[in-house]
């Protein structure tokens, strides 16, 4: 999953650009690179989204019953709508939650020679792990008003603890452990959902499925209705789990054409399908188009688990789930050569689940 190949000239972070209001005299502080939508592209305005709150307790408690039967209908309405929840219950400590939250705010505090020591540009050439800018294939692509730190977090033999900061050491692993097993709980919910066997998602992870955790931060910015803080795209996950900060909004998704801010609820965590789920649920489930839009005063930050099928499995939509009343839509497709092309067609600002389609 890394990109071999010089890249272009390294770009100063966000944070930094931020700081120094460096680009003064473009548009409005903005450097053009940065420049991505106007104002009327609807983000004034914008409204909020109905999307379902689940607790995780009811819906995955053993016996079953009317409770969790209430659960499972908002969870499918989720599925089948937004493609995207807010879960509560979710057995992730607050204090734990909090804890993530404040050691990535102290990793993206520091001074910047003290985060270059975990550079994802080695040589000149970018890899997927580490910190600053996502991938920059050409001095033509649009830039995101963001900078990040990606990990990989599972298999925990394959984990490079070099670019695992102190602060974010000890909180990312137990977060981890945390989220896997939330996500453990609520995939059996899913596949019974579609009338498929309780373990047929759950026996897709083997021990090499991957999962990778991304801190993202969004600074202030002076003109945030030119810039994208994250593109719209899709995610190549098959299940996303999102810490998003309780203190501002800026996570949006499109439905029907239109775009709708995603509320913000304190405590909570937000789940959102992705592309593998899409693709095995023959489009029964959505993998949601979103995006992050930027605040004009404040910070903003967001902490993403994305938990991914193993590089060389091949998945293709459930067989159960296909007659002659309803064929195939998406073809087979190798997990590896599918993230690779998410990355490819998400600096072209292309959503790359339009290439799995039949």
Known sequence: MESAGEEPAPLLPVQELAASRHGAGDDGGVPSRYVARRAHDGSEGTPTAAVPVIDLGRLCQPAGGGESADEAAKLRAALQSWGLFLVVNHGIEVSLMDAVTEASREFFRQPLVEKQRYTNMV????????????????????????????????????????LWPPCLRDVLHEFTTKCTTLKDCLIPEMAKLLELDGNYFSNQ????????????????????????????????????????????????????????????????????????????????????????????????????????????????????????????????????????GLFEYFAQGKLVIETAKI
């Not at 050439?125 to 730190?149: C, I, K, M, P």
Request: proline share 7%.
């Open 123 to 162: 040589g000149g050439n970018f890899q997927l792990e580490g910190y600053g800018n996502d991938r920059v294939a050409t001095e033509e692509q649009v830039l995101d008003w963001s900078d990040r730190h990606y990990l990989k977090v599972e298999p925990q033999d394959e984990r490079n603890l070099a």
């Open 205 to 340: 992870f083997s021990g090499k499925a991957e999962t990778y955790a991304r801190f993202n931060y969004y600074p202030p910015c002076p003109r945030p209705e030119l810039v994208f803080g994250l593109k719209p795209h899709t995610d190549a996950s098959f299940i996303t789990l999102v810490m998003v900060d309780n203190n501002i909004g800026g996570l949006q998704v499109l439905r029907d054409g239109e775009w709708y801010n995603v509320p913000n609820k304190p405590d909570t965590l937000l789940v959102n399908l992705g592309d593998q789920m899409e693709i095995m649920s023959n489009g029964i489930f959505k993998s949601p188009v979103h995006r992050v839009v930027p605040d004009a005063e404040k910070e903003r930050l967001s902490v993403v688990m994305f938990y991914s099928l193993d590089p060389e499995r091949e998945i293709q939509p459930a067989g159960k789930l296909i007659d002659e009343n309803h064929p195939a839509l998406y073809k087979k497709v190798k997990i590896k050569e599918y993230i690779a």
